[in-house]
């Protein structure tokens, strides 16, 4: 779009929106001569993984944490150091030398999430133990000795559930538990309790005697509504009890499932009619290490004998939610089932260990027992097990996922061993490759020779999608296979999730439904939050115990799922292209990757005038260092480590600066790094606007805006001891930057366009749908023209928009963003709103 038209559509905006007598306001044309490509219905689905308690403590509907006083066991093959936890030293697949990689094992105590209460003069003490274990797969239970019963006061187990046990008045749940005791005298009482102590539930069990271990059930009945409640079991009299595998599930699971979901949520996820779902991740299904990975077969059965698994998630999964209870849900919603396959490789970015050679006939037999388990007939072994536990039917499981953001020749040669097998038997199983995190790897799909589905993660912050909007199209198509894009969304630059991460996400499905020819899946990622405990900054579905609500994106995937159309139809838009008015507004920064390096002869000037000129002689007033020391002494601010690392100054809002200093690399591996626009404190390395100069292993420089690359990067390096000449001048969205006087940079940070619309058709009713994005602060009229036919003069519509780009959904406001419904008279031209996602249908 040429810039010429900015000055002429600012004027357009003096004008009522909808205004007709104005200037010609810009046009959507959709031909109905040349259909595009289908859209298959395959195209939206979701991604299960458990991080951010997505299944335990959220999807999943068990009400008990640490059930089975695992929490706190160090998972298999590792050692805890230092709170750390350190896997295996052996060799890394991908650079042959062994990794230091570690990750936090904080000192949880021994039973976290219980707690054990004595009152009333009750003494007993408390120890977890691995002695006579209920099921060697969880070999811990709790044990206590009641050595004194006060006769007001009780000795107790209490729960605190996740981050709260919310009952509902009226309602029924169901509670299990395991005992052994030794000489316990008096009854065991469980008690559903508020926040407050008043017993919402209450029921008694004679405590049965014997060694060997006792089942007890019970249903409760919630005498009023509480969202922070815990469950607490209490044993009269003296003796000793050992505890095992306490389990509270509401009776009201989705579709009434005993060890089912969570009704909300799983109502919730399948509101998003998911033509498929992957499971069980993610990182989630590489391990810690090798040693550590899931495994189908154990998440089986018996759910007090399932051992669990232990993620780089940092938590225990229970794997209650486990292989069967993901089909069954599939089933239920009617999506198919994708599983991800350990390759037994665990994270090249972490500890980078693999399973030898010779373990790989066992490992591409363990994936087709579970294709078997999910879809083999009932005479077969695997196909008899789920007979077994409940389902002779096969289950809805379409595709296999070789692995988790993988590559390289190791993980190729896993790939196409299993992926060679599972097509010799299951044909009509679709195999999808991996290609490390971004971008498409062409090489991979080469070499791996079957590929059905390639799988590219897409992680992107706020504005990529706009100044990307041709990213598919850009895409060779090659035969043979299809595109999977299993891992997107914004989250870069966009808070914990606002409403411009909602505008680049529907600019994104609209890239890829409109090159539904390559990208036939999609899926975004994460789906679910408990807010209590976020494993990651941006996440769909959010929940605590008692309530949930999805952020703007959840709204915009089910708007776009909802109105999927079977063929695309060419759609081309003319309209404004700049947000006018919008400008870089914030404060700066200074950094180094891998590099020590000193910063002085610091100005900026804004508006003409300086605003900041530091003497750096005693000190850095005003300037907070991350992950690095900083040293201001004689005029230099130094930082003296070889080590990533940054400093921040207080927050400004300078707009249209021009920053000038001078650097010099002390030593390490790359250059200098200026942060000319962070906004908030403390300032998130995601949202800010950076001149990296002789990053990339000091071979490039480049401008990087909320963690992207923005513009091409210009080849160039930094050399050690000597002073450098920076010069960054930011006017509006256009940033120039200078090195040594010399222009190395010239980039417009802001979109090139910001109306974005793609048309279809509804074969089945008929309808044509027209979805247009308005990423504008300012209104949109757009007059609606139609090649092959005639303009409809009304049309249906549902509007997602928000005039602040800030706001989100949230407990107090679950519903600020959501879609609203209306109509359009199409005779004029129609005003799309600022900042506005609209699905318009008509006949
Ligand atoms: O979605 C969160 C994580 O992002 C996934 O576990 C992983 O596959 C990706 O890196």
Aim: with cysteine.
């Amino acid at each position: 779009m040429p810039r010429l038209i900015i000055p002429l559509f600012g004027l357009l905006l003096l004008f009522p929106v909808a205004a007709t007598g104005g200037p010609e306001p810009g046009s959507i044309t959709l031909d109905l001569t040349r259909p595009g490509a289908r859209i298959p219905s395959s195209l939206y689905g979701v991604f299960f993984e458990e991080i951010s308690h997505a299944g335990d403590g959220g999807l999943y509907a068990e009400m008990v944490q640490n059930r089975g006083f695992e929490e706190s066991r160090v998972p298999p093959v590792c050692r805890v150091v230092n709170g750390e936890l350190v896997p295996p030293r052996t060799e890394h697949y991908a650079t042959g030398r062994v990794s230091n990689w570690t990750m936090p094992f904080p000192d949880k105590g021994p039973w976290p999430s219980w707690s054990i209460e004595t009152t009333g003069g009750s003494v007993a003490k408390a120890s977890l133990v691995t002695e006579s274990p209920l099921s060697e797969a969880q070999p811990h239970s709790l044990k206590l000795e009641i050595t004194k019963a006060g006769a007001a006061g009780r000795a107790a187990a209490i729960n605190e559930g996740y981050w709260g046990i919310a009952v509902r008045k009226g309602e029924r749940y169901r509670l299990r538990f395991f005992t052994r005791t030794q000489g316990l005298a008096g009854p065991i009482t469980a008690t559903i309790e508020g926040s407050d102590g008043a017993v919402l539930a209450r029921s008694t069990f004679k405590a049965k005697a014997g060694s060997g271990w006792r089942e007890y059930r019970s249903t409760l009945t919630a005498s009023s509504t509480e969202p922070k409640g815990r469950l607490a079991l209490s044993f009269g009299g003296t003796g000793t009890v050992w505890l095992d595998f306490v389990s509270l599930f509401p009776e009201r699971t989705f579709k009434r499932r005993e060890n089912g979901l969570r009704e909300d949520l799983a109502r919730m996820v399948a509101d998003l009619k998911p033509a498929f779902i992957r499971w069980p991740g993610g990182c989630f299904t590489e391990g810690v290490c090798v040693g550590t990975e899931p495994d189908w077969k154990t998440s089986l059965g018996p759910v007090e004998q399932r051992p669990g698994t232990y993620s780089v998630w940092g938590y225990w999964s229970t794997d209650g939610f486990g292989y069967h209870e993901f089909l069954q849900y599939c089933e239920d919603i009617g999506a198919a089932a994708m599983y991800v396959a350990s390759t037994g490789l665990s994270c090249e970015f972490r500890s980078g260990t693999y399973r030898p050679d010779s373990d790989l006939p066992a490992i591409i037999q363990n994936n087709l027992d579970a294709i078997e388990y999910a879809i083999g007939p009932t005479s077969s072994r695997w196909g008899a097990l789920r007979a077994k536990y409940g389902h002779p039917t096969p289950f809805p499981l379409k595709y296999l996922e070789i692995g988790n953001e993988q590559h390289g020749p190791l993980y190729l040669s896993r790939y196409r061993a299993i992926a060679a097998a599972v097509k010799a038997k299951y044909p009509q199983i679709q195999v999808i490759l991996n290609m490390g995190i971004i971008g498409l790897d062409r090489r991979a799909i080469r070499e791996a020779a079957s590929v059905d589905l390639a799988d590219e993660h897409s992680y992107r912050g706020a504005g990529w999608a706009l100044r990307n909007w041709d990213y598919f199209d850009r895409y060779p198509r090659e035969p043979g296979y299809k595109l999977y894009v299993g891992e997107w969304a914004t989250n870069g630059g966009v808070g914990r999730g606002n409403f411009n991460a909602t505008l680049s996400d529907a600019v994104y499905m609209l890239g890829m439904e409109r090159n539904a020819d390559l990208v036939s899946l999609s899926s975004y990622a994460p789906l679910l939050e408990n807010v209590n405990r976020a494993d990651w900054n941006v996440n769909l579905i959010h929940y605590d115990a008692a309530r949930s609500y999805g952020r703007a994106s959840y709204h915009l995937l089910k708007l776009f799922a909802d109105n999927r159309p079977d063929v695309n139809l060419p759609t081309h838009v003319s309209a404004p292209t700049s947000q006018s008015g919008e400008r870089l507004a914030g404060s700066i920064g200074l950094g180094t990757w891998n590099t020590a390096a000193e910063y002085r002869d610091l100005r900026v000037e804004s508006g003409g005038k300086t605003v900041y000129a530091p003497d750096f002689s005693h000190g850095a007033e005003g300037w907070t260092p991350r992950e690095s020391e900083w040293e201001a002494k004689a005029g230099v601010y130094r930082q003296k480590e070889e080590r990533v690392g940054w400093t921040y100054f207080r927050p400004e809002t300078w707009s249209d600066v021009t920053i000038s200093l001078k650097a010099r690399k002390l030593s390490g591996r790359e250059g200098f790094m200026v942060v000319f626009h962070h906004q908030g404190e403390p300032p998130d390395p995601e949202t800010t606007a950076t001149w990296n100069i002789g990053g990339w292993n000091n071979t490039q420089h480049a401008i990087q805006l909320n963690g992207d690359m923005i513009g091409a990067p210009v080849p160039g390096r930094i050399d050690t001891g000597r002073w450098y000449d920076i010069r960054i001048e930011a006017r509006g969205q256009r940033v120039r930057c200078f090195l040594d006087g010399k222009q190395i940079h010239d980039v417009d940070l802001g979109p090139s366009q910001t109306v974005f619309a793609l048309g279809g058709r509804d074969e089945k009713s008929g309808e044509t749908v027209l979805k247009v994005v308005n990423a504008r602060a300012q209104a949109a009229p757009l007059a609606l023209r139609i090649t092959g036919g005639a303009a409809p003069s009304r049309a249906e519509t549902l509007t997602l928009s928000s005039p602040d780009l800030n706001a989100e959904n949230s407990f107090a406001e679950p519903e600020r963003i959501v879609p609203v419904r209306g109509s359009a008279d199409l005779t004029r031209s129609y005003s799309f709103p600022a900042n506005s996602i609209t699905v318009l249908r008509w006949r």
